[in-house]
């Protein structure tokens, strides 16, 4: 008996077959036929092998087998397909190409941005997570000055890599009206040395603990689609209105479209940021328009401004500063915004009182708890009181006169009360070009970034930075920048599908899919290929 291939349809068999005579002449026939021949495997014909090998009272040689431990390969595979097919890889090629350097910069910095998705840790945690992970395209061997060298050049080439991404993204936005969404956040930093007078290391003011911390001031703009487009760092002291006509002129440049409109929140507002935007549009040969939100409270005239406005289903449309305004107005929001602040009003005053019968107890002979109160010392603990609650404004205290006393200012209470649950926007867009309707919804779509920004510290752990030099930082924002890009496609590309699945949820899922390295005697065996978990990213 022999094996015999033959060939049906364009597919190949594998037959097992047996000759024999009849009238002396040889004839063959098909004992069995074994199967396709691409679908048939080591794993399906080693038994059989094997078989007729102890039939014959032949035994194998026992080959050894080594084990190698397994490693996280799916979520990697996953982001490389996004990479490739944004064509990111080969765009960062071209900008960091260089003869200088005996390493692969494009795949350094490609790891670390997938160990922001990933598993986020310092540049030297990177070398770690590499032993524990089947990262594609990364050499064997990779140190910890490559990774800074690598950050290096990243930052050296700035320009460039803005630009190759910016050409890569910039199908997916509309060629006639860019809206670009702009906020700022900040980001803790650690180190106490002085870096000079280029440190971006200063101190400011914290959102997230509205104290003082050492940080940077990190700004993205976005498109209307949720895309990162650009991003900007500047020293942890650096005022928010100072920021927005350096991001605008770097705008300007990057985008050739017919008209960009700046989406941006009322931190950014000032009457001179608004002139300058003016000016700008006047320089620029494309139309610049801006929807940005007032800080209603911070003008005097804006309560008489909202008075005077007609609201028809919560809209209101009037001129401020010779622009056009648009107020929207939410009457459960402003209910729920007054009783808060009449609650923490009557609770202030409650205080004064007790304070105050103390004081008048005291007159008369009555005996209290505690030491002797003065009037004094009841301007003092209630007017820290107030600045607790930050209701200087409305509760009023003479600290000159003898007796202690305070009492309500009800026209900064009512002033206060009209612009409750009321959104004011200033806008260059003409009511022709764009509703007031589209006005407010294209500024709360803002709220987006901040998501983003949710994204950057949860998940990606944009912070604490540990870097020293202004480069490294300005790196590591550019590496949490191209983070960003790819969690916002990953989670384009999931919405599309009709996914319930989060970035966050798909990546972990995909994590649970290893590559496993067996070696038996001079074959290395890795599973799964490539292909063989394809079905895994279609199914998410």
Request: with cysteine; charged share 30%.
């Amino acid at each position: 008996m022999y094996t015999r291939i033959t060939r049906s349809g364009g597919r190949s068999y594998l037959q097992l077959v047996e000759g024999y005579r009849v009238d002396g002449k040889v004839r063959q026939r098909v004992v069995a036929s074994l199967g396709r021949l691409d679908e048939l495997t080591e794993a399906k014909l080693a038994p059989l092998i094997s078989g007729l090998e102890r039939a014959l009272g032949r035994t194998r040689q026992a080959e050894a087998i080594e084990y190698r431990s397994a490693r996280a390969f799916g979520d990697l595979h996953a982001l490389q397909m996004l990479w490739n097919e944004l064509g990111l890889g080969a765009a960062l090629s071209r900008a960091l190409r260089s003869s200088r350097r005996s390493f692969d910069a494009e795949a350094l910095i490609r790891t670390m941005v997938f160990n922001r998705l990933s598993c986020p840790d310092s540049k030297l945690g990177v070398l770690r997570w590499l032993e524990t992970v089947e990262m594609p395209g990364v050499p064997a061997e990779v140190t910890h000055q490559q990774l800074l060298r690598a950050l290096d050049c990243l930052i050296d080439r700035i320009d460039a890599v803005e630009s190759a991404v910016l050409t890569l993204v910039r199908p997916l936005l509309d060629n006639e009206v860019t809206l670009l969404f702009y906020d700022l956040t900040t980001i803790r930093i650690h180190g106490e040395s002085n870096g000079g007078v280029q440190d971006l290391r200063a101190f400011g003011r914290s959102k997230e603990t509205h104290g003082p911390a050492r940080q940077f001031v990190l700004g993205v703009v976005q498109s209307a689609e949720g895309l990162p487009l650009l991003h900007t760092v500047a020293p942890g002291n650096v005022a928010e209105v100072d920021t927005l006509r350096p991001m605008l002129e770097h705008a300007l440049k990057r985008f050739p479209v017919g008209r960009l409109v700046v989406v941006a929140d009322r931190g950014l507002l000032s009457l001179d940021n608004v002139e300058e935007i003016r000016r700008l549009c006047g320089e620029a040969e494309q139309r610049l328009d801006f929807i940005l939100a007032v800080p209603a409270r911070r003008y005097g005239d804006m309560p008489e401004i909202v008075r005077s406005l007609t609201f028809k289903d919560g809209l209101a449309e009037g001129r401020f500063a010779d622009y056009r305004l648009v107020a929207a107005h939410d009457p459960v929001r402003a209910a729920e915004q007054t009783a808060r602040r009449r609650a923490r009003i009557e609770a202030v005053e409650a205080f004064g009182e007790q304070l105050a019968a103390k004081l008048d107890g005291q007159d008369t002979g009555a005996a209290s708890r505690g030491r002797r109160a003065s009037d004094r010392g009841a301007y003092n603990r209630f007017l820290r009181r107030l600045l607790e609650e930050q209701l200087t404004r409305f509760i009023k205290t003479d600290l000159g006169a003898e007796r202690f006393a305070f009492e309500r200012d009800e026209k900064a209470l009512a002033d206060a009360e009209v612009l409750d649950g009321t959104l004011v926007l200033l806008t260059s867009i003409d009511a022709e070009v764009m509703s007031a309707a589209r006005i407010v919804e294209r500024y709360k779509a803002l709220a987006d970034i901040e998501r983003g920004f949710r994204v950057l510290k949860s998940d990606i752990d944009i912070a604490p930075v540990h870097h020293r030099l202004p480069e490294r930082i300005r790196a590591h924002a550019l590496i949490c920048f191209l983070s960003l890009l790819l969690h916002r496609l990953l989670r384009l590309r999931l919405k599309a599908t009709g996914s319930a699945f989060s970035p966050q949820r798909a990546l972990a899922t995909l994590r649970q899919i290893q590559r496993h390295r067996i070696h038996i005697g001079e074959t290395w065996l890795r599973k799964p290929q490539v292909e063989d978990h394809a079905v895994w990213l279609h199914r998410i």
